[in-house]
């Protein structure tokens, strides 16, 4: 949790220094070139790294190196097949990203690498090494700040100062996470048919949740950058990178929280039941409390944090922050369903609340402008915390109502 608030907490830190620094053009490419290169990692590879992370439990009934070897395989063929799409569709990518055909295959290299990357903090998280995980984690971030200051403050190069700083970290980090899985003998010789298609069967089942989940969290980018221009989405993501802190503690907290509920209900008693749709309700309340109160600090605080061209932000901020915090009640009720094995129907929600979110976008946009995304975003975080948490009691009934009126 401490190495991914330090990851987390390395764009905000920037901030102040980037947005005094980088025009609204500059700083919405580099939103646009994150955002790229998270939409690619969804893809390369096709989400089978996950896969590594559960076979090492079984690694004694299996070669453990060659199946690694095999994910690595399939991350292979996947990125070439990605590459040569970016590189046949650039001319439109270009459009919608803004950005250089030159930087589309940057970020799908660095896509590659957060495979990679994946693969080997997900070993070590499973093999309950703490600080491994955490020396690589920070080591990323560190380094990712230190090359953004010497390029962008340094050398004075723009906001491809920044994207370069990303973009070397993540392939240095990378090369250590390939070297350290040679020297722990994680890397097999032979790609085996069948480890290909048990992680195929692994990761393309989640592909929808994937996609939908790139709707929900990116799609107002891209259309606020197609729609709007790329000075807008400058804006807009510096609304955004605030609203991340609010994700860094749901996320965290949620790590902490998945394992206690998933062994309350498999223990199925009734008092803990109860005490877990307490803390629910009272979480819930929390985050919603602590967005309202973002959202009416901003005008105050934000002078602060971001240059002058880029105030125009502090009315969407309360907006996307009530967005996170939708974000944040929705993870308390989706472990239900995972505890469920309905990961299907969580993907038809995922899914579904991502095309209202790019549905509503396009209506939203042009009548409000950018805050219209937020608008959207918001409104699809509610949408897909209130359809999960009505998948969740189909799949494990808890007493809701009992809770709220003391019963129990």
């Not at 025009?23 to 390369?44: H, K, P, W």
């Not at 559960?54 to 990125?79: D, H, K, Q």
Request: proline residues 4%; aromatic residues 10%; contains cysteine.
């Amino acid at each position: 949790m401490s190495a991914n608030a330090v990851a987390a907490g390395v764009p905000l830190l920037l901030m102040p220094l980037l947005t005094r620094i980088l025009s609204q053009e500059d700083y919405g490419r580099v939103g646009m070139f994150s955002v790229t290169i998270v939409a690619l990692s969804a893809l390369a590879g096709l989400s089978v790294y996950g896969a590594t992370g559960i076979r090492y439990f079984e690694r004694n009934e299996l070669n453990f190196p060659n199946y690694v070897t095999s994910c690595f395989a399939i991350l292979g063929a996947s990125s070439a097949v990605l590459m040569l799409v970016v590189l046949l569709f650039s001319d439109r990518l270009e459009q919608v990203t803004h950005l250089p055909t030159s930087w589309l295959v940057i970020a799908t290299l660095v896509a590659m690498v957060q495979f990679v990357l994946q693969v080997r903090l997900g070993i070590w998280q499973s093999a309950k090494q703490p600080w491994h995980f955490g020396a690589l984690r920070i080591s990323q971030s560190v380094g990712d700040a230190a090359l953004t200051l010497a390029l962008v403050v340094g050398l004075g190069l723009a906001w491809q100062g920044r994207a370069a700083g990303m973009a070397i970290a993540a392939g240095g980090v990378g090369a250590l996470a390939v070297i350290s899985l040679f020297r722990s003998g994680l890397i097999g010789r032979q790609v085996k048919k069948d480890y290909v298609l048990n992680a195929l069967r692994y990761g393309v089942p989640l592909i929808p949740h994937v996609l939908g989940g790139m709707l929900l969290a990116m799609a107002d980018r891209f259309m606020i950058s197609s729609m709007l221009g790329v000075a807008e989405t400058g804006i807009y993501f510096v609304s955004v990178q605030i609203g991340l802190a609010i994700r860094l503690i749901t996320e965290s907290v949620n790590r902490a929280y998945a394992p206690w509920l998933i062994e309350a209900l498999r223990i199925n008693d009734y008092p803990r039941d109860i005490a877990a749709v307490r803390m629910t309700y009272a979480y819930s309340t929390a985050l919603l409390a602590g967005a309202i109160l973002v959202g009416w600090l901003a005008p105050f605080i934000l002078p602060l944090l971001v240059g002058e061209a880029f105030q125009a932000a502090a009315p969407i901020v309360g907006v996307t922050a009530l967005g996170f915090a939708f974000g944040g009640m929705y993870l308390m009720v989706t472990n239900y369903l995972f505890y469920a094995g309905q990961t299907g129907r969580l993907a038809l929600i995922t899914i579904s609340c991502g095309a209202l979110n790019v549905g509503l976008s396009y209506v939203l946009l042009p009548l409000n402008g950018a805050i219209g995304a937020a608008q959207a975003f918001a409104a699809s975080q509610l949408a897909l915390f209130l359809l999960t948490w009505f998948a969740a009691q189909r799949a494990r009934p808890m007493p809701w109502l009992r809770a709220l009126t003391g019963q129990g």
